[in-house]
């Protein structure tokens, strides 16, 4: 029972936020269709997301990583997005993961599933940054946490760095280049 609380604490502050929201906003301030390169560093590695917006507020995604360490971390979901003013947009996310590293050497890796909320807002007009919690729940809860700063240089593409707090791998920053379509 101690294990769902932190899901349950996370599940209610987001409604409670997002039940102060005005019900007229709507539509979305940032792009969620878009194709992602992702280079984590320390240790080294690559990565790939996607998503497709498949209603006005809501879009799916997947996304791939390894360190080239017998290590992955696979994951595919939905989400949803809602506008909070015209320069922020809070999201959530509920996906299925298969992660396999150091901790959990099983061959199929390990099967968990995330649910996260975030917020990403416009502090510049090219310039956005944003943060995200969650829980991973698998055999014991790992909690989600990260902060990013994204720069759209134009319509065609926009480079980002990601500080993963607290997660699967902990005290990991990644640069990413994410090409909209």
């Not at 290590?71 to 947009?89: E, K, P, Y």
């Not at 995200?132 to 760095?161: C, N, P, W």
Request: proline letters at 4%.
């Amino acid at each position: 029972m101690k294990a769902l609380f932190p899901t349950k604490l996370l599940c209610s502050a987001v409604l409670f936020a997002a039940s102060s929201l005005s019900t007229t906003v709507s539509a979305a301030n940032f792009p969620y269709d878009y194709f992602e390169v992702r280079v984590p560093l320390s240790p080294g590695g690559l990565g790939i997301a996607g998503s497709q917006q498949i209603h006005p507020n809501a879009h799916i995604m997947a996304e791939a990583e390894s360190h080239f360490e017998n290590d992955w971390i696979i994951g595919a979901g939905i989400g949803f997005n809602s506008s909070v003013n015209q320069f922020t947009d809070i999201t959530g996310q509920i996906k299925l993961l298969s992660f396999k590293n150091e901790e959990n050497n099983s061959s199929m890796g390990r099967i968990a599933s995330e649910l996260n909320f975030g917020l990403s807002a416009w502090i510049l007009p090219q310039l956005e940054t944003g943060g995200q919690v969650g829980v991973i729940s698998a055999e014991e809860d790992i909690t989600k946490f990260s902060l990013y700063a994204r720069l759209h240089t134009g319509d065609a593409f926009s480079m980002g760095a990601e500080w993963r707090i607290k997660g699967i791998n902990d005290q990991t920053l990644a640069f990413s280049v994410r090409y909209p379509f």
